[in-house]
């Protein structure tokens, strides 16, 4: 993993992150794109998660409770939770 190298001199990792990833999937974040809802079982509802970029420029923040009920009408709460909600 590329951002190994950035990490603080003074942190301690007990194994490598290079070493995590035969043992982790990939995580598919998103923000407020309704076609990767709408696709979540293609992309794998557990690799998925819904996250905001706060405190950039380009996110909904302010609006977050809102979105969140726009994009996710519809999909199931045992789905929303798998995906963080």
Do not use: C
């Not at 995590?20 to 557990?46: C, T």
């Not at 726009?70 to 963080?84: A, D, H, S």
Request: hydrophobic residues 40%.
């Amino acid at each position: 993993m590329r951002d190994y190298k950035y990490i603080s001199a003074d942190t301690h990792l007990e194994v490598s992150p290079e070493k995590w990833r035969p043992f982790v999937d990939m995580l598919f974040g998103i923000q407020d794109d309704y076609y990767a809802v709408q696709n979540r079982h293609e992309i794998g509802v557990e690799n998925t998660m819904w996250a905001t970029d706060f405190p950039h420029v380009a996110t909904n923040w302010r609006d977050s409770m809102k979105l969140i009920s726009e994009l996710f009408k519809g999909v199931p709460e045992n789905e929303k939770r798998l995906i963080g909600l």
